[in-house]
C-alpha cells in the first residue's frame, strides 16, 4: 500500500493597514494556510522574525513603506518569500520592489480564488510577476554593469558600488545611523557618500537629493 505524501499548510503573515483588506486577504488563504495578520511594516517584519513564516503579503498603501518592509523582511527573514500588493501596477515600482527581494508583485485586484495558488509558487521558488513586466526586468539584467549609473537631467552620472548602496537606502528612508549600521560603515562615512553623490547630481541639500534619485530612478 503506497503512503500519501501531506502536502503542510502554508505559514503566511499578512501585513495590511485596513481591516477589510486583512479580512479579504484571510478569507481567501484560510483555508490553505495558517495565518498572522499585522497592520503595519515594522509590526511585519517583527512579527516575521519570530514565527518565521513561508510567505509575507504585503499590502501597504504608502510605497516608501511597502519598499522598506520589503527590504527589511529580505535581509531579516530571508527564507521567506515576499508578495507585494499594489494599487496600481507600476513598471517602476516593480524593478524597485524586486531590488528589494521581492517575489511577487500583483494588483490589489487579483482574483482571490488565485492566492493560494501564488502563495504555494512562491514557496516553490518561483515568482509571481505581471509578464508585461518580464522584458523591463531582463533588460535590467543584461545591462546590469550600467546599474551603478543614474540619468540626471538627460546626463549619465556614475556612482560607485558604495554610493549606489547608500543612496538605495536613504531613498527607502533610512536614517544616516541606520544606513551605517546596514552597510557596516561609520555615520561620517555615511554621510561623506551622501555628500558625494550630492555634488555629482547637482543637490544642495538631502531633499533635493532624494527628489532627484525618485525622478531618475524609474530610469536606470
Known amino acids: ?36 495578520e499585522v ?18 503579503v504585503v499590502d501597504l498603501e504608502a510605497q516608501r513603506q511597502r519598499l522598506r518592509t520589503v527590504n527589511e523582511l529580505h535581509v531579516r527573514v530571508p527564507s521567506a518569500a515576499v ?10 515600482e516593480f524593478m524597485a520592489v524586486v531590488r528589494a527581494g ?20 512562491v514557496m516553490r521558488g518561483e515568482t509571481a510577476f505581471p509578464r508585461r513586466f518580464i522584458r523591463r526586468l531582463i533588460d535590467e539584467l543584461r545591462g546590469r554593469n ?17 554610493e549606489w548602496d547608500v543612496v538605495e537606502l536613504l531613498r527607502l528612508g533610512y536614517s544616516t545611523r541606520e544606513i551605517s549600521d546596514r552597510l557596516g560603515i561609520s555615520q561620517v562615512t555615511a554621510r561623506r557618500h ?26 536606470n
Open 1 to 36: 500500500m503506497t503512503a500519501v505524501a501531506v502536502e503542510r499548510r502554508a505559514q503566511v503573515l499578512i501585513a495590511a493597514a485596513p481591516l477589510p483588506t486583512r479580512t479579504g486577504l484571510r478569507l481567501a488563504l484560510e483555508h490553505d494556510a495558517d495565518l498572522v
Open 39 to 56: 497592520e503595519d511594516g515594522p509590526s511585519a517584519v517583527a512579527t516575521a522574525r519570530l514565527s518565521r513564516p513561508d510567505v509575507c
Open 83 to 92: 508578495i507585494v500588493l499594489t494599487d496600481r501596477l507600476d513598471e517602476d
Open 102 to 121: 521581492a517575489a511577487g508583485y500583483l494588483p490589489q485586484t487579483v482574483d482571490p480564488a488565485r492566492l493560494p495558488f501564488v502563495v504555494r509558487s
Open 146 to 162: 550600467d546599474r551603478y549609473t543614474l540619468t540626471v537631467d538627460g546626463r549619465p552620472v556614475t556612482l560607485t558600488a558604495r
Open 194 to 219: 551622501v555628500g558625494a553623490v550630492e555634488g555629482k547630481v547637482g543637490a544642495r541639500t538631502r531633499p533635493e537629493l532624494l527628489e532627484v534619485l525618485v525622478e531618475s530612478y524609474g530610469r
